[in-house]
């Protein structure tokens, strides 16, 4: 594709790629849950909530806080969690997001890569209490080295995102 | 810094009430997910059609891709067993050489058993399966230990079925769908499962510990009875799993608490049987013995 869109058909192209990308990866990274392998211990980072907190934090004017409920509730059927699990956690997520956006004049890389911490925290710890009440009682330790190694891997999954937004926004 | 004094997006009055509407529904739509989770606290097994559809839907991509996985997951294996091939091959062959005496023993006692069920009068009930079927895929990233199996309704399995594999107990179906099944796995906190040691026959209850081993905790307080290597084996009470399934081996042994690891490991087991659920008392006819008893209850 040139430039310059040449028909009002590129220009759809263009609009529709500028607009969905950013959701149709976060589904695909809910969809890396089905991936055909038995884990015996919750060590695996969740992409899902990783791809959707890099779009967010990196491009905060592209959605708004209630599309993460039609994404949350596909995460939650496709990965088998109680329904509304992932729909109020990442919902939550970008209301606090929208508040520390407001309180917070700049931003740069490492404390983006701090509130991506705090908020996987903050969605570990909420999934671990909704597993408490639903009869699965399990100390909080077990989860400390899924929680460092999706720490460790929010930069590259945000290195990953950035390279999409380029494509995204390329003409 | 202080917060800007107004959230206005502009003078548009659209884009205004745009944005007060989205933050609206994203606070009723927390709400409605918070009641959503309510309801799946309370009652586990709602929203099964709406779960089991999912299920249905994903099962086949991780069934595809399992045979892959394994394959990857083998290579690892047999690189490890070259290495260490030496140590290995001494290490069977003393193995071999005590389950061979074991194995003697263990005729020994079948003929023992068989001749005391004679004298009972018992005989063992076979166990049919429900259905023979795949395991095909795991929660990972969750707290939640569940694995996929790809038979649902339609095979004939049931919410509470067990299941096993050749090497020991693999958990409880949970949900299922027309064509796939959601199973809770021995090793998910949830999962409490009635046990006795094969050793002497202390009962004991196997509690999920979610990071792929059980807990151990037995019935009388004070002396732990656990030794490294004792092995457990389902012991029928309470229904729901059926006796002498082999469910773990005790591997550390501190003070009072006793972990052990699951002894079918869902991520290697190939095929898995789910079973119809135990049920002692309703299944096992009224033995002449009830029935005298009921008898001279009445009289």
Not at chain 2, 136 to 145: E, Q
Not at chain 2, 156 to 173: E, F, I, N, T, W
């Amino acid at each position: 594709m040139s430039r310059i869109a040449g028909s009002s058909r590129d220009v759809a192209l263009l609009g529709f790629r500028r607009q969905w990308l950013p959701i149709l990866t976060t589904l695909a990274a809910s969809l890396l849950a089905l991936f055909p392998y038995v884990a015996s211990r919750p060590i695996v980072p969740d992409f899902a909530y990783l791809v959707l907190l890099a779009w967010r934090l990196l491009r905060p004017e592209m959605w708004q806080a209630h599309i993460a409920l039609p994404l949350g509730l596909f995460n939650d059927l496709v990965a088998g969690l109680p329904v509304g699990q992932s729909m109020a956690l990442w919902t939550l997520t970008f209301l606090i997001l929208d508040i520390v956006d407001s309180r917070v004049g700049w931003r740069d890389y490492w404390l983006d890569w701090l509130f991506a911490a705090a908020a996987i925290l903050f969605y570990t710890a909420g999934g671990w209490y909704v597993a408490r009440e639903m009869g699965s009682v399990v100390p909080f330790e077990v989860l400390l080295p899924q929680l460092a190694l999706s720490v460790f891997a929010y930069p590259l999954v945000a290195r990953l995102v950035v390279a999409l937004d380029r494509w995204r926004l390329a003409r | 810094m202080a917060p800007p004094s107004t959230r206005r997006p502009g003078f548009s009055r659209r884009a205004q009430y745009g944005l007060f509407l989205g933050y609206v529904m994203a606070v009723g739509g927390v709400l409605f997910a918070g009641l959503l989770l309510v309801i799946a606290v309370i009652d586990p097994s709602g929203f099964n059609a709406l779960k089991g559809l999912a299920l249905d839907v994903t099962s086949p991509v991780s069934s595809a891709g399992r045979g892959v996985s394994r394959f990857f997951g083998g290579i690892g294996d047999s690189v490890g067993n070259y290495v260490q091939a030496g140590n290995q091959n001494a290490e069977l062959k003393r193995r071999l050489q005590e389950s061979r005496r074991r194995l003697i023993e263990a005729q020994a006692t079948e003929l023992e058993n068989k001749r005391l069920k004679a004298l009972l009068g018992l005989t063992r009930e076979t166990e049919n399966p429900v259905a023979v079927t795949r395991i095909v895929g795991s929660s990972f990233a969750s707290v939640r230990r569940l694995a996929t199996l790809s038979a649902g309704a339609s095979a004939g399995v049931q919410p509470g079925q067990p299941v096993r594999s050749a090497d020991g107990l693999v958990g409880r179906v949970i949900e299922t769908g027309r064509w796939a099944s959601r199973v809770l796995l021995v090793a998910d906190s949830a999962s409490n499962v009635p046990v006795r040691l094969v050793r002497d026959g202390t009962p004991a209850i196997a509690t999920g510990h979610g990071d792929g081993t059980v807990d151990l905790k037995t019935l009388e307080v004070g002396k732990n009875p656990f030794r490294r290597g004792d092995v457990l084996v389902t012991s029928g009470v309470g229904g729901v799993y059926p006796p002498d399934i082999p469910v773990a081996v005790v591997v550390s042994v501190q003070g009072d608490r006793t972990v052990a690891k699951p002894l079918a490991d869902p991520s290697n087991v190939e095929y898995a049987v789910v079973l119809p659920v135990y049920q002692a008392l309703a299944d096992t006819p009224l033995s002449e013995a009830t029935e005298s008893a009921l008898r001279g209850a009445s009289q």
